[in-house]
T-cell receptor, first 110, second 117 residues
Framework: QKEVEQNSGPLSVPEGAIASLNCTYS??????FFWYRQYSGKSPELIMF????GDKEDGRFTAQLNKASQYVSLLIRDSQPSDSATYLC??????????FGRGTSLIVHP | DVKVTQSSRYLVKRTGEKVFLECVQD?????MFWYRQDPGLGLRLIYF???????EKGDIPEGYSVSREKKERFSLILESASTNQTSMYLC????????????????FGPGTRLTVL
């Protein structure tokens, strides 16, 4: 059984701080790693994709992947109240079907 | 822009009714998925289709069936709705790359919030 674990939170950070979201996975054959953002009452949307070890930056978002330790993280710099949402980690191996974590709720307070 | 649409945002049905949830994508994606999302349980895969008329069971297929007669349309059917099927139902599609390090992200529809009374 492939598992993807996330702390459910809520993670509460002040505006302007760095929010750090973590995800661990069980399948060593995993090859593609995704972070989706889901606002309350809305559907998930992709914000980051990473497949090689190290960091990948896109604006205020940085995804970090460590395959040896089987974790992937998402850093949000200069957090804004509009970043308040649930963040879903998804992991995919060689099949079409990703495995989703249950998500971490992030609250950015002014 | 990929667009995935679902037939209803909100639906209220009675126990025992047959319920149809429709999903349409406009980007010629090979793969389509049906999930349900419940508080504390995350996204759970009900069914998956990788081609017209092809389907595979996901983690929780009991009480559901699907139909994919055309590439762009994937329907979820609740044969006899029950109260424990009250949930948010999300349809998604993806291009269909299963290879090494493929991006193959999922694009989600807006969701259907189904209430079974």
């Amino acid at each position: 059984q492939k598992e993807v674990e996330q702390n459910s939170g809520p993670l509460s950070v002040p505006e302007g701080a760095i929010a750090s979201l973590n995800c661990t996975y069980s399948d060593r054959g995993s090859q593609s790693f995704f972070w989706y953002r889901q606002y309350s009452g809305k559907s998930p949307e992709l914000i980051m994709f990473i497949y090689s070890n190290g960091d990948k930056e896109d604006g205020r978002f940085t995804a970090q992947l460590n395959k040896a330790s089987q974790y992937v993280s998402l850093l949000i710099r200069d957090s804004q109240p509009s970043d308040s949402a649930t963040y879903l980690c998804a992991v995919k191996g060689g099949s079409y079907i990703p495995t989703f974590g249950r998500g971490t709720s992030l609250i950015v307070h002014p | 822009d990929v667009k995935v649409t679902q037939s209803s945002r909100y639906l209220v049905k009675r126990t025992g009714e047959k319920v149809f949830l429709e999903c349409v994508q406009d980007m010629d994606h090979e793969n389509m998925f049906w999930y349900r999302q419940d508080p504390g349980l995350g996204l759970r895969l009900i069914y998956f289709s990788y081609d017209v008329k092809m389907k595979e069971k996901g983690d929780i297929p009991e009480g559901y069936s699907v139909s994919r007669e055309k590439k762009e349309r994937f329907s979820l059917i609740l044969e006899s709705a029950s109260t424990n099927q009250t949930s948010m139902y999300l349809c998604a599609s993806s291009l269909g790359f299963a290879g090494h390090a493929s991006r193959d992200e999922q694009f989600f529809g807006p969701g259907t919030r189904l209430t079974v009374l």
